[in-house]
């Protein structure tokens, strides 16, 4: 058995997801190596859950009786939870979404609605990555179409990492908003964070961070980014899908208008006009995802236990055996940085002329579950001429072991192949 420094008790740990004890088609065993589209969900998780349908199932806030009063206490206590997983100054600063692109999308809404300061329009920019997952990418092309701003990105390098070379005439004076990802989905980049909020804030403009493939995998702390605006979603994070965070300023809460209107984010409702609830509710039209909340702050307590820099150091020696182990696979090429550093722990490649999905198909066949296609950041895939890849990404519960199955899977790929 291959020994890394740095690893997570994984013999320990993976005891703690029942869905990877699973025996697939003829007795393979699952090797689960899909975790950048949604990681595995622990015990601890599924059971608040569970009790939360057994015996606390209420709607939230409104009710005066037990049941509501316990619902509002666990989903309350979910966001204080999440509050303090990121080291948001304030709980009120979390907003609850059903995931990144609702999160992505409301602030997308928010600026093109707002009044000045911040609104978007026909004489302003946006800016975005051409690393973008489709959900960071989208929301600002709608924005631009409907308000008339131009949008702008900063490339690609060849070797995965964005280029800044042109940062002074990208990011200008009449950039209103910044937005990029922390971690890329498809290529694992850690993005350079200082550099591109330093010139925002140079210029006056606000800066979203998608921090979908950073808040599972390593510590994330808010204040320290300096970002006005943090996304990232519970189901890649050990938590329930259907849940999703969006944290904001204050000031910046306090000022910009709602994106859905209904119940619970209101404050006064009249047949002529409505006044709003403060952040968080002004955001959290409707019944919320009460249960889904409660799974991720049971999802929160789990990896709080472990420890995120604990879960980063294990990944990164995971990663840097994969990237090395895949090197040695003749005809394979990483799409992105080849070292470990400054990377995360999803590693996208092609196999020679064997396309993605029958490289998926063939080792899903042996048990290995990859992940196929452009992952969402298409964009990705054109910048470098490929139609698509395949992505294998790690977590806090992958094992040597599975890298070398995977490796192992591509042998019989290309000896399947010919």
Known sequence: ?????????TEALRKDFPILDRVLHDGKKLVYLDNAATSQTPRQVIDAVSEYYERHN?????????????????????????????????????????????SLNLVANMLGW??????????TEIVITEMEHHSNIVPWQLLSQRTGAKLKWFGLTDDGRLDLSKIDEIITEKTKIVSFTLVSNIMGTVNPVEAIVRRAQDVGALVLIDASQAAPHMPLDVQALQADFVAFTGHKMCGPTGIGVLWGRQELLEDLPPFL?????????????????????????????????????AAVDYLTSIGMENIARHEHAITEYAVRRLQEVPGLRIIGPVTAEDRGAAISFVLGDIHPHDVGQVLDEQGIAVRVGHHCARPVCLRYGIPATTRA??????????????????????????
């Not at 058995?1 to 008790?9: H, R, S, Y």
């Not at 707002?114 to 004489?123: H, I, L, M, S």
């Open 261 to 297: 209107g209904g119940g619970e984010m209101i404050e006064t409702v009249s047949m002529s006009s409505s006044t709003y609830a403060p952040a968080p509710h002004k955001f959290e039209a409707g019944t919320p995802p009460i249960a889904q909340a409660v799974g991720l702050g």
């Open 114 to 123: 707002a009044d000045e300061p911040y609104r978007v329009d026909q004489d």
């Open 58 to 102: 209420a709607n939230v806030h409104r009710g005066v009786h037990v049941l509501a009063e316990e619902a509002t206490a666990l989903y309350e206590g979910a966001r204080d939870k999440v509050a303090a997983f990121i080291n948001a100054p304030s709980r009120d600063e979390v907003i609850f979404t059903k995931n990144a692109s609702e």
């Open 1 to 9: 058995m291959t020994q890394l420094p740095g690893l997570l008790d």
């Open 393 to 418: 990404s790690f977590y806090l519960y992958s094992t040597p072991a599975e890298v070398d199955a995977l490796v192992e899977g591509l042998e019989h790929v290309r000896n399947f192949f010919g």
